[in-house]
């Protein structure tokens, strides 16, 4: 049973003498090491939904508080979120660790690994509450130690959430050691925003997430336009700022503190006084220069508001979502709350899927019916901030525009916004009156989106529970009156265990009634009704779960580590298990697999290019319950350097392979260059890996050869990529780089030819039976082609190979064809593309060469 220590209770309305009339204070020194067992069957809690593409039951359990509330839906999204955090979780490299994707794709204008710096905010938030602070302390240090991060391409609250951070995990090396770095940062950002005349940072709202809104749309930079001094950036840095005075007082860094608090102060005064709009009781967007209208028949003018100026002057609309921001971080002086009135009136924000992002009767709300328009669309980044806001608002401060009922309503609007086809699910935006994410949620980029925060609007603001920077713990719900239970389970906080629990007259968890913190199985404070709490709880420093690093990921410019297979994988490359992310949806998939395979056994593994010392891999098996199924057996080998031999003394998480998961192995260090898995399929299936990882102790900087042993001649030294036509935006040198990577490749697009060729010239003669030709579709102007043949030069004549095989024989896009013929002897390969009918042009992101030239 759980150890019960009760500190005080309320009696006939009034506290004891010993605690003030409006908080329940309890001290309470916890030297003690004793735990308690958890208060929810954990397990239990996980296969109430049947939702998860992601099983790996155990890695939840050791990694996120569990919740239970009356509300299945408002928890079946919590587990949905926790399962999103997981998806766009990416392990970068041995040198940078963990970090996070914000769509399952990389697109082209993200960041090293996949990272764009916009939703950042929202995803530390989150991932701050993972028990294994390895996550967030990798992630927070990547965006100011890694080369490939993008950290200024978008605002962020980056050196917010870094001190909210410390908040829960109290690591005071973590904290300090990037105070310089966020310094640093903060004096870019005045670099490159900060506005001297005016006291404030401006840009535009595209850098905010926001493109084509109502303040750009006024002007020709209907996309991007409209700089000016914003609700967002503004709030970012005073918050930025805030950080760096909190994480300098740590280190009794007065003059730091000093300098920032007045930085913050300024910000603070000029944006309250110039930014506020007491007519219409709203912060608002200012224009930082004039601007024509986008008809061109007036002008906005430079240090005026939304609709002061220009076409639609003397508007009494022109509210944006994200004038609520400054409650997000507590900014505004008591005097403001009015702005709130506005939030829940279905005349301007409320909308059944809402909230929107323009108040509904402005003169250019649009509800768009694709990305990226934030005119009047639900959108899930703003409706986090503002739900935060709306949280910090009604605990601290004193007004009567919004309750907590209020709150409750919304917070369940936006639980119940994460559904498609009845599933858990979000996109980038929804339509607020239907609830349809159509034309935001695309397949294999936008599906399962991270640009938002949920996981931490439950723990930090449902359940209410408050970090502290000291030794202590708030506890503050915005729960429903009528609930008879809950319970947060097992949070990692300040190095303790630390649950909330609520049972109206005990039954529920047989741990007596009321509102209770646990800490480490002991009962610290309690209540007979919900209300705030604090309670002392004594820091024990954790240490990190991880010590070891993954050697076997690759996601740079190197050859090595190289993912190696039996089979290359058509649709689905071996590229895929060594790219740091693992996912098993099945609508985008992220995996190798051995179908078109027709051999009776095959593997898959990794080439390190040099010896790594390893005593851990872990394999995760995709399962999609039709073709794909897990092995009946598999094993485990490395290469001794004449032939691949049994890892001896392997310890498997599980006996037998299962789906969808890890599959731990652990085993005395192995000096190896290689790994592999010996795969057995079941009778009538195919086998997947979604991600090969190998740990061991870390030797850092990781060094590779730069001497490639490659059968694939195409990427030999000498050899050479050419065309008939390539587009301006592509390099056909990108068809010979090693690497299988669609962002990187030749297309013909808006080529004026029939038909054109791309060519690649060895230095000298070489045997080719095979070639690998990976074509590319963008989805629009670049598609297969209609037809294509391989040529070989010889005599200085383009000739035909003959005895043609194609695996498969259909032609297929973004992914592997593979075409063998007979053996030729030459010095030049080329593939003749001919174009589709119409505005169509054919596309390749790698050619690979094969023969008998050993």
């Given amino acids: 049973m759980l150890n019960q220590k009760t500190h005080g209770v309320?009696?006939?309305?009034r506290m004891s003498a010993v605690f003030s009339s409006a908080v329940l204070l309890i001290v309470i020194l916890l030297n003690s090491n004793v735990y308690g067992q958890n208060i929810l069957d954990k397990q239990k809690m996980l296969d109430r939904f049947d939702f998860w593409y992601i099983q790996d039951w155990e890695w939840y359990k050791e990694n996120i508080p569990f919740l239970e509330t009356p509300d299945r839906e408002i928890d079946k999204t919590y587990y949905y979120r926790w399962e999103i955090v997981t998806v766009h979780q990416v392990y970068g490299s041995p040198e940078s660790g963990y970090a996070s994707t914000e769509f399952i794709s990389r697109p082209w204008w993200s960041g090293a690994y996949g990272t764009i710096s916009c939703p950042v905010g929202h995803q530390i938030y989150d991932m701050r509450w993972l028990r294994n602070s390895r996550y967030v302390k990798d992630y927070s240090r990547f965006w100011f130690r890694d080369p490939g991060s993008q950290l200024h391409d978008y605002t962020n609250w980056l050196g917010d959430a870094i001190w909210q951070t410390y908040k829960v995990n109290r690591d005071f090396d973590f904290a300090t050691g990037l105070l310089n770095d966020l310094v640093q940062d903060y004096y870019r950002w005045e670099d490159e925003r900060w506005v001297e005349e005016e006291g404030m940072f401006a840009w535009n709202g595209m850098r905010d997430g926001m493109e084509t809104n109502i303040n750009s749309r006024q002007t020709p930079g209907w996309f991007d336009g409209a700089p000016g001094y914003r609700p967002t950036l503004n709030s970012y840095m005073w918050a930025h700022a805030n950080a760096i005075v909190n994480i300098a007082e740590l280190i009794h860094d007065n003059s730091t503190a000093e300098e920032f608090?007045?930085?913050?102060?300024?910000?603070?005064?000029?944006?309250?006084?110039?930014?506020?709009?007491?007519?219409?009781?709203?912060?608002?967007?200012?224009?930082?220069?004039?601007?024509?209208?986008?008809?061109?028949?007036?002008?906005?003018?430079?240090?005026?508001?939304?609709?002061?100026?220009?076409?639609?002057?003397?508007?009494?609309?022109g509210r944006e979502l994200h004038g609520y921001i400054p409650w997000y971080f507590g900014m505004p002086d008591p005097g403001y709350e009015s702005a709130w009135q506005f939030l829940m009136d279905p005349e301007y924000f409320y909308a059944d899927f809402g909230p929107t992002t323009v108040e509904q009767n402005d003169p250019l709300f649009h509800i768009s019916p694709h990305c990226c328009q934030w005119s009047g669309n639900s959108w899930p980044f703003a409706t986090t901030q503002t739900l935060k806001a709306m949280a910090r608002l009604l605990t601290d401060y004193e007004q009567d525009y919004v309750s907590r009922e209020d709150y409750q309503d919304l917070f369940r609007i936006y639980a119940l916004t994460h559904r498609r086809d009845g599933k858990p699910f979000i996109g980038e935006a929804v339509h607020p009156h239907t609830g349809s994410w159509d034309g935001h949620d695309h397949v294999g980029h936008s599906e399962h989106y991270y640009h938002s925060a949920y996981v931490d609007l439950v723990i930090n603001d449902l359940i209410g529970l408050k970090p502290q920077a000291g030794d202590s713990v708030v506890i503050d719900p915005l729960v429903p009156e009528e609930w008879d239970y809950f319970c947060l389970d097992d949070v990692m906080y300040h190095g303790r265990r630390l649950s909330v629990l609520w049972d109206r007259d005990g039954s529920r968890y047989n741990a007596g009634a009321g509102l209770q913190v646990f800490v480490d199985g002991v009962s610290v404070a309690s209540a007979p009704e919900i209300q705030r709490l604090v309670a002392s709880v004594e820091y024990r420093p954790q240490e990190d779960c991880m010590q070891k690093v993954n050697y076997a990921v690759n996601n740079s410019d190197r050859y090595y580590p190289r993912a190696i297979a039996s089979f290359p994988g058509i649709e689905h490359p071996v590229s895929k298990i060594n790219d740091g992310q693992k996912w098993y949806f099945t609508s985008t998939t992220n995996q190798w697999s051995n179908i078109y395979s027709e051999a009776e056994k095959d593997w898959c593994g990794v080439d390190f290019g040099d010896k790594r010392i390893i005593d851990e891999a872990i394999i995760y098996f995709v399962d999609n319950g039709e073709d794909i199924r897990v092995p009946e057996s598999y094993l485990l080998e490395y290469w001794d350097g004449e032939t691949w031999m049994e890892v001896k003394g392997q310890k498997r998480q599980y006996p037998a392979a299962k789906g969808n998961r890890g599959n731990r192995i652990s085993f005395p260090e192995v000096e190896t260059a290689k790994l592999r898995i010996l795969l057995r399929t079941q009778d009538g299936y195919y086998v997947a890996v979604s991600e090969f990882e190998t740990w061991g102790t870390p030797l850092l900087p990781v060094s590779v050869p730069e001497d490639i042993q490659t059968d694939n001649i195409a990427f030999h030294t000498g050899a050479t990529a050419s065309a008939s036509y390539t587009s301006r935006f592509d390099n056909v040198?990108?068809?010979?780089?090693?690497?299988?990577?669609?962002?990187?490749?030749?297309?013909?697009?808006?080529?004026?030819?029939?038909?054109?060729?791309?060519?690649?010239?060895?230095?000298?003669?070489?045997?080719?039976?095979?070639?690998?030709?990976?074509?590319?579709?963008?989805?629009?102007?670049?598609?297969?082609?209609?037809?294509?043949?391989?040529?070989?030069?010889?005599?200085?004549?383009?000739?035909?190979?003959?005895?043609?095989?194609?695996?498969?024989?259909?032609?297929i896009e973004n992914a592997l064809n593979i075409i063998s013929f007979r053996e030729v002897e030459t010095t030049g390969i080329r593939v003749v593309l001919r174009h589709p009918p119409g505005d169509s042009y054919a596309g390749i992101y790698e050619i690979e060469l094969y023969g008998n030239n050993q």
């Fill in 10 to 13: 309320i009696k006939n309305g």
């Fill in 261 to 317: 608090r007045r930085k913050a102060d300024r910000i603070k005064s000029n944006f309250q006084e110039k930014n506020w709009d007491p007519g219409r009781e709203f912060f608002f967007h200012r224009f930082r220069d004039d601007e024509v209208t986008a008809d061109g028949t007036d002008t906005i003018r430079a240090n005026t508001l939304t609709y002061e100026t220009g076409q639609h002057a003397g508007s009494p609309h």
């Fill in 733 to 811: 040198s990108s068809v010979i780089n090693g690497s299988i990577n669609p962002a990187r490749r030749w297309t013909a697009f808006e080529s004026p030819n029939d038909e054109d060729w791309v060519r690649i010239d060895l230095d000298s003669p070489g045997k080719v039976h095979t070639v690998h030709l990976f074509l590319y579709s963008d989805g629009g102007n670049v598609t297969l082609p209609d037809s294509f043949k391989i040529q070989y030069l010889e005599n200085n004549r383009w000739r035909d190979v003959e005895d043609v095989r194609r695996i498969p024989e259909e032609t």
